[in-house]
């Protein structure tokens, strides 16, 4: 039990436009989420944090208004990254916590983004 | 704040040799602590915690880590490593007063050789 599971896995997209990738928990409910960027070999940068059916707590120096993230349903996250750039190129990993008294949080398999 | 170092950024160890990869944390209240892999180009993989009870505990795949709350240690250990072993490793911790955020350390890459 407890995966999530996360799509697309890799993606290639063009200076300017959107992608939007999801987060979801297969075989539980997640009340919060976690969006994570992650740098090549470094370790994971929390983005935001994700609860559902009200907006999304941001970190300090993330931009909201690009990194769009809404949680519609107990088992759905979204992240959007709006108007892309090549420095948004990253990997993008979500976790969720399934709660019911577990403590430990549960990852998404991560997506490749590459702006071109 | 919280916060989690691991020392190391590169562990080296030969196959059927242990294996320890450090962590040591700290935060205002209680810790939660816990372990997570990664491979590359995938997300991150849950090994064990440590809430309370037991000062070392057992989690996934031979692994078990230690807690020691006078040094602030978690450290990652495994009696005999395997080849397949070699991954990325990543301490973290959550102040169980403050939420459900976790903060992670950077991360040591464990490489096993025959």
């Known amino acids: 039990g407890a995966v999530v599971s996360q799509h697309p896995s890799w993606v290639i997209c063009k200076s300017g436009t959107s992608v939007k990738i999801e987060c979801r928990s297969l075989?539980?409910?997640?009340?919060?989420m976690f969006w994570y960027r992650q740098f090549p070999k470094q370790s994971l940068m929390l983005m935001a944090t994700?609860?559902?059916?009200?907006?999304?707590?941001?970190e300090q120096g993330v931009e909201k208004d690009k990194f769009l993230i809404n949680h519609a349903s107990l088992t759905l996250s979204t992240l959007t990254v709006t108007s892309a750039h090549p420095e948004d190129s990253s990997f993008y990993i979500c976790?969720?916590?399934?709660?019911?008294?577990?403590?430990?949080?549960?990852f998404g398999q991560g997506t490749r983004l590459t702006v071109v | 704040a919280q916060s989690v170092a691991q020392p190391e950024d590169q562990v080296n160890v030969a196959e059927g040799n242990p294996l320890t990869v450090k962590c040591t944390y700290s935060?205002?209240?209680?810790?939660?602590l816990f372990w997570y892999v990664q491979y590359p180009n995938r997300g991150l993989q849950f090994l064990l915690k440590?809430?309370?009870?037991?000062?070392l505990v057992k989690g996934s795949y031979g692994f078990e880590a230690e807690f020691n709350k006078s040094q602030t240690s978690f450290h990652l250990k495994k009696p005999s490593a395997l080849v397949s072993d070699s991954a990325l490793y990543f301490c973290?911790?959550?102040?169980?007063?403050?939420?459900?955020?976790?903060?992670f350390g950077t991360g040591t890459q464990l490489k096993v050789e025959l």
């Open positions: 973290a911790v959550r102040d169980m007063t403050r939420g459900n955020k976790l903060t």
């Open positions: 440590y809430i309370t009870g037991d000062n």
């Open positions: 075989d539980f409910q997640a009340t919060t």
């Open positions: 994700s609860n559902e059916g009200s907006k999304a707590t941001y």
């Open positions: 976790s969720a916590l399934p709660g019911g008294g577990r403590t430990e949080a549960f």
């Open positions: 935060v205002s209240g209680n810790p939660y």
